[in-house]
């Protein structure tokens, strides 16, 4: 089992330079043995985090400088929405962020849902299905361009000449897919068509979720081993790690392998030491 960090927020006390805390926290955690650290993509500060006036930076942007100040956690966004970038260039992101961290990169990809982030910079903001259906597009652009085919693609909602990508992703045959989200019949079926990573939160039905995947898997014969099992997880120190220890055992036992989430109290780092120190080596034998 491995552990994985999610920030979620950017609104640190004592007023500090946000660039040197950020750099304190990334650097702390990789040093500690978290598998991956990640940002959210959004626009704003989302409700349940803070209000949307706190600040937020952009995904890829931070991404990139994270990479630079860190030497081996894995970069993702948790989860990119598609409807904020083009796929052909949201490819040739993914692909700089991998060739420039050394092959670290993942693309973490949804359907999107906050339509007042969407519409207050002027994004259009499509019914659901269609999200969907720019969704599947989106993957299969990424995965047609790192397989350096550059025959044109015609989409419904999207179409490219040339699909050129150079340079290719240094990870090969390409950066994992995690496609977020625990919708049964669009989003575990994308998964099961494409993916190579699912990420699903505790509040699910978990094995009922992992049972639908299992489903898909079988129905497109795809081998449901293959796909990566990853759950959002709160981390929280504040009573010790035990607990930490005894849920990331229960979640391995039901097939996942990443617990992946934001740590309380980030910014004081000690929570991000311990963690390192006390559940990184216990949990990485189960």
């Given at each position: 089992?491995?552990?994985?960090?999610?920030?979620?927020?950017?609104?640190?006390?004592?007023?500090?330079?946000?660039?040197?805390?950020?750099?304190?926290?990334?650097?702390?955690?990789?040093?500690?043995?978290?598998?991956?650290?990640?940002?959210?993509?959004?626009?704003?500060?989302?409700?349940?985090?803070?209000?949307?006036?706190?600040?937020?930076?952009?995904?890829?942007?931070?991404l990139g400088w994270i990479a630079a100040h860190t030497s081996r956690a894995r970069l993702l966004a948790l989860i990119t929405g598609v409807i904020y970038r083009q796929p052909g260039l949201l490819a040739k992101i993914v692909t700089t962020l991998d060739v420039l961290s050394g092959g670290r990169a993942w693309l973490g990809i949804g359907a999107?849902?906050?339509?007042?982030?969407?519409?207050?910079?002027?994004?259009?903001?499509?019914?659901?299905?269609?999200?969907?259906?720019?969704?599947?597009?989106?993957?299969?652009?990424?995965?047609?361009?790192?397989?350096?085919?550059?025959?044109?693609?015609?989409?419904?909602?999207?179409?490219?000449?040339?699909?050129?990508?150079?340079?290719?992703?240094?990870?090969?045959?390409?950066?994992?897919?995690?496609?977020?989200?625990?919708?049964?019949?669009?989003?575990?079926?994308?998964?099961?068509?494409?993916?190579?990573?699912?990420?699903?939160?505790?509040?699910?039905?978990?094995?009922?979720?992992?049972?639908?995947?299992?489903?898909?898997?079988?129905?497109?014969?795809?081998?449901?081993?293959?796909?990566?099992?990853?759950?959002?997880?709160?981390?929280?120190?504040?009573?010790?790690?035990?607990?930490?220890?005894?849920?990331?055992?229960?979640?391995?036992?039901?097939?996942?392998?990443?617990?992946?989430?934001?740590?309380?109290?980030?910014?004081?780092?000690?929570?991000?030491?311990?963690?390192?120190?006390?559940?990184?080596?216990?949990?990485?034998?189960?």
């Open positions: 089992m491995k552990v994985g960090l999610q920030i979620p927020s950017f609104t640190y006390p004592g007023d500090p330079v946000l660039s040197d805390r950020l750099a304190q926290i990334v650097t702390t955690a990789d040093q500690a043995g978290f598998d991956t650290i990640a940002v959210m993509d959004h626009f704003w500060q989302i409700r349940g985090v803070g209000a949307p006036e706190e600040p937020m930076l952009e995904a890829y942007t931070t999107a849902w906050n339509e007042d982030e969407s519409k207050g910079l002027g994004f259009p903001f499509p019914p659901v299905a269609e999200r969907f259906e720019q969704l599947e597009e989106a993957l299969q652009i990424c995965l047609r361009m790192w397989d350096g085919d550059e025959s044109p693609y015609r989409g419904k909602h999207f179409q490219l000449e040339r699909p050129l990508n150079s340079p290719q992703p240094l990870t090969r045959p390409h950066p994992p897919i995690m496609i977020g989200g625990g919708g049964e019949k669009k989003t575990l079926r994308l998964v099961a068509q494409y993916g190579d990573a699912c990420n699903l939160f505790p509040s699910d039905q978990l094995q009922h979720k992992l049972d639908v995947l299992r489903g898909h898997c079988e129905a497109v014969g795809r081998n449901y081993d293959d796909i990566q099992k990853t759950v959002y997880y709160a981390y929280d120190t504040t009573h010790g790690t035990q607990k930490i220890v005894d849920d990331l055992g229960g979640f391995a036992e039901m097939g996942f392998s990443l617990a992946i989430g934001q740590v309380k109290g980030v910014y004081e780092l000690t929570p991000l030491e311990q963690i390192g120190s006390e559940v990184v080596p216990v949990v990485q034998l189960i």
